[in-house]
């Protein structure tokens, strides 16, 4: 049994992050992030994605996914790494209107992909995120450019590449919205698992996003109770991108109920025995990918922008004090 192995922060190449006040900021970002006292894990939020690292076919380039990887060798933290076939930021030769694929090529494409990126990292990895959201808010198949042209098989194929290439890394499918254990895309999230391993592939682990919001922040019993059931197909489960983000501006009332939403992924996550880890999505609140996709809503990470903590802060302590 795995049992609890990091708590980490995924973090962006310095050039992604314009918004923030720079570069005062930054020393102050680094020195947290680097600091071993509050993470023994890192993710790159953007850097091992497609558009980066395949911006032209058949031309790799590493320079934003080792800049994280880098930090994660010389400040000796866990490396998770994300993500290997996601339909979004895709390079524009991959989903470009006027690209046509053919089964053929686009599985040509997948491998080649696959096996240099996850190739160029191997024995790096603790984990690989193999497939990223590939289901709908109903738990059927997402209807992306991979699953339209190559259905389901797209997904095998992936794992299967990433088996062969880095057998060390542990595979994971990962999604959002998948923390709750009566959502239909929980469901899905089963289904696509038991596929791969009817079909006899490696899966090693479901990474539930947690992106939790006021009305997705589930309580620990169901945190648990959708943990132990993925936990009877895979050897581990994480939450690889924690957040919780808030209707601005902050407030004493909704502050609480971060703290009690970010309190009960560490609880859950203490109680399933194969819970290995937690990651939050950044942990400054300026670099958060929040404000840009939701107008209206932010500080859904632990430190604002003046570096001081959310309460959810000293609220996680708390809960790993129970440990
Ligand atoms: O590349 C440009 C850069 O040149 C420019 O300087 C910079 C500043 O505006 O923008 C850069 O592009 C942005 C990129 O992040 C890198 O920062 C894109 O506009 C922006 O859309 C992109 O957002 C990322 C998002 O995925 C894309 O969907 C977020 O940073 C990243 O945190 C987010 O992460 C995803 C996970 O991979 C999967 N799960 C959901 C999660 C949140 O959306």
New binding site residues.
Partial sequence: QAGLLYFGA?T?TP?????APYPQSYAQYDAILKSPDEFGQTTP??GM?WLFTEPQPGLFNFTEGDYVADLAGTTRKLLRC??LV?H??LAPWVDAANTTWTKATLSAAITRHIRAVAGYYRGRCYAWDVV??ALDEDGTYRKSLFYNVLGEEYIKLAFRVAAEVDPGAALYY?D?GIERPASVKTAGAKRLVKMLKDAGIRVDGIGM?A?LHADVHPSEADLVATGEAYSELVREVAYT?LDVRIEMPVNETNLAWQTDAYQAVVGACIKVKKCVGITL??FYDPFS?VP??FAGQGAASLWFADFTKHPAYDGMVQTFKKL
């Fill in positions: 995924a962006d050039g992604q992050r314009e918004r939020t953007n994605k994300h993500a996601w979004n930021q990223n959201e990962n959002y996003q992106h991108e999505w950044d990918w840009d996709v």
